[in-house]
């Protein structure tokens, strides 16, 4: 075996590392192993491939295709277990990866086929072996951004998962034509202006790949964009919505307060009047016109009032909420926006109790403050089934308008500088929210 052809076979097979760069740059942190420990066996299993695939091909004259090929598909295979992904976008991701280093090899034929002409072997020259190289190199850096930035960025847009199984088609049908197109020799190169021609139109190819994979990431940007316009629109709707209900009781409940008063001067009259008999038979009228009893929960009225709502709504539907609301009457925020979230959280937690056996239909609340310049809310829950969290940090709404309300929430905390967080570990709905007071 000659040292000469071994290192020209280990040029050839040296493509598989700015390959593999690139397949991986796009998928990176969707990692399911160690990352230190999948680098070292990553790179010991390229140097291995390397040196055997060399070896080999130096003793049966073999030309690199025929070993590379194959090899693909054990490496999918290893590609689509370590990355928790679709297998469609990593299938897309590889097949890209795959499309550049094949065009470099292809394009090193045309470009370098003068030096090659008095080649015999399988295999390039040291020198077009070493340009090869360069144009894997080059093409890296030309589509780092692409794949480091705009892929991933893809791949998190959730609006276009279903087009990934149809796209993918795209860098296959690209790799398998780059891949056919390499010439067999450099003597049909030079035929002509063949070799001019195909270096003018082979740039076509990396360059139309990366023209269009711009334009899709602008175009479902834009998608995302209106996407969230529409979100945005929705949850406005479902905030003013629960604005005028929040709004709607608390003028109830001051109507309610404005009559108490009223009712307790016609009692202390009647008491000053000594009619006893008269007295008792008003207390007795108030009593049967009177549908509810409020409860006391905190120092702030508004709030308080809502919370009487909401309490008296879950003893309806046998369900047991345990407050905890240490609020005065001055707080770090809108009453009303504290109000909106509160209602929201606790419609969210009394639905999600109702199917649960009477023992478990329990929510316990806080709400309290801290140095006066940030309220904290707590909603916790027993909940039954599974509650998949997605990637916003959110519950992965699974029908129709469900999951507005926390969106709602979560829209609101956000204007408030805030933070909102969500646990469900031990079949247990936790909800932490903190709201900062505004500057």
């Given at each position: 075996?000659?040292i000469?052809i071994?290192?020209?076979y280990?040029l050839e097979?040296?493509?598989?590392f700015?390959g593999?760069?690139?397949?991986?740059?796009?998928v990176y942190?969707h990692?399911?192993?160690?990352?230190?420990f999948?680098?070292?066996i990553?790179?010991l299993t390229?140097?291995?491939?390397?040196i055997a695939?060399?070896?080999?091909c130096?003793?049966?004259?073999?030309?690199?295709n025929?070993?590379?090929l194959?090899?693909?598909?054990p490496c999918?295979?290893?590609?689509n277990l370590c990355?928790?992904?679709s297998?469609?976008?990593?299938?897309?991701?590889?097949t890209?990866?795959?499309?550049?280093?094949s065009?470099?090899t292809?394009?090193?034929?045309f470009?370098?086929?003068?030096l090659e002409l008095s080649?015999?072997?399988?295999v390039?020259?040291?020198?077009?072996g070493?340009v090869?190289?360069g144009?894997?190199i080059?093409?890296?850096i030309?589509?780092?951004?692409?794949?480091?930035i705009?892929l991933p960025?893809?791949?998190?847009?959730?609006?276009?998962d279903n087009t990934?199984k149809w796209?993918?088609?795209?860098p296959i049908?690209?790799?398998?034509?780059?891949i056919?197109m390499k010439?067999?020799?450099a003597?049909?190169?030079?035929?002509?202006?063949?070799r001019i021609v195909s270096l003018?139109v082979l740039?076509?190819?990396?360059l139309?790949?990366?023209?269009?994979?711009?334009?899709?990431?602008?175009i479902a940007?834009?998608i995302?964009e209106?996407?969230?316009?529409?979100?945005?629109?929705?949850?406005?709707q479902?905030e003013e919505?629960?604005?005028?209900?929040?709004m709607?009781?608390?003028?109830e409940t001051r109507?309610?307060?404005?009559?108490?008063?009223?009712?307790l001067?016609?009692i202390s009259e009647?008491?000053?009047?000594?009619?006893?008999?008269?007295?008792?038979?008003?207390?007795n009228q108030?009593?049967?016109t009177s549908?509810?009893n409020p409860?006391?929960?905190?120092?702030n009225?508004?709030?308080?009032a809502?919370?009487?709502?909401?309490?008296c709504?879950a003893?309806?539907?046998d369900v047991?909420?345990?407050?905890?609301?240490?609020?005065?009457?001055?707080?770090?925020?809108?009453?009303?926006?504290?109000c909106?979230?509160?209602?929201?959280?606790?419609?969210?937690s009394?639905n999600a109790?109702?199917?649960l056996p009477?023992?478990?239909?329990?929510?316990?609340?806080?709400v309290?403050?801290?140095?006066?310049?940030t309220v904290?809310v707590?909603i916790?829950?027993?909940y039954n089934?599974?509650?998949?969290?997605?990637?916003?940090?959110?519950?992965?709404?699974?029908?129709?308008?469900?999951?507005?309300?926390?969106?709602?929430v979560a829209?609101?905390v956000?204007?408030?500088s805030g933070?909102?967080v969500i646990?469900?570990?031990?079949r247990?709905?936790?909800v932490?929210i903190?709201?900062y007071?505004e500057e």
């Amino acid at each position: 075996m000659s040292i000469d052809i071994f290192f020209r076979y280990a040029l050839e097979f040296s493509l598989v590392f700015p390959g593999a760069f690139m397949s991986i740059l796009p998928v990176y942190r969707h990692l399911r192993i160690n990352k230190h420990f999948f680098f070292i066996i990553m790179t010991l299993t390229l140097i291995g491939t390397i040196i055997a695939g060399s070896i080999i091909c130096s003793l049966t004259k073999f030309p690199t295709n025929s070993l590379l090929l194959p090899f693909l598909v054990p490496c999918f295979i290893a590609y689509n277990l370590c990355f928790d992904l679709s297998v469609f976008k990593k299938v897309y991701c590889f097949t890209t990866a795959m499309l550049i280093t094949s065009f470099a090899t292809t394009y090193t034929t045309f470009l370098t086929a003068p030096l090659e002409l008095s080649n015999t072997m399988n295999v390039f020259y040291c020198i077009s072996g070493a340009v090869a190289m360069g144009i894997g190199i080059l093409l890296c850096i030309v589509f780092f951004h692409l794949l480091r930035i705009n892929l991933p960025e893809l791949m998190d847009n959730e609006s276009i998962d279903n087009t990934w199984k149809w796209l993918m088609i795209i860098p296959i049908v690209f790799s398998a034509g780059v891949i056919w197109m390499k010439p067999l020799s450099a003597q049909n190169v030079m035929t002509g202006r063949m070799r001019i021609v195909s270096l003018v139109v082979l740039i076509v190819i990396p360059l139309s790949a990366w023209v269009l994979n711009y334009i899709f990431w602008w175009i479902a940007s834009k998608i995302t964009e209106s996407e969230k316009l529409k979100q945005s629109y929705n949850l406005l709707q479902m905030e003013e919505k629960q604005y005028h209900k929040t709004m709607r009781y608390l003028e109830e409940t001051r109507n309610m307060r404005h009559d108490f008063r009223h009712h307790l001067h016609v009692i202390s009259e009647l008491a000053k009047d000594g009619k006893i008999e008269r007295l008792l038979e008003y207390i007795n009228q108030f009593s049967e016109t009177s549908s509810e009893n409020p409860k006391r929960f905190c120092a702030n009225n508004t709030v308080n009032a809502i919370a009487a709502h909401y309490n008296c709504i879950a003893e309806k539907k046998d369900v047991k909420i345990f407050w905890k609301l240490n609020l005065d009457e001055n707080i770090p925020i809108k009453e009303a926006d504290l109000c909106a979230v509160l209602g929201n959280l606790i419609e969210n937690s009394i639905n999600a109790v109702q199917s649960l056996p009477l023992i478990d239909r329990s929510i316990h609340a806080a709400v309290g403050t801290i140095a006066d310049k940030t309220v904290i809310v707590s909603i916790k829950n027993p909940y039954n089934g599974v509650i998949p969290i997605g990637k916003d940090g959110l519950p992965v709404a699974n029908k129709p308008n469900h999951g507005i309300g926390l969106r709602s929430v979560a829209n609101m905390v956000d204007r408030y500088s805030g933070s909102l967080v969500i646990n469900t570990e031990n079949r247990l709905f936790n909800v932490s929210i903190l709201m900062y007071k505004e500057e």
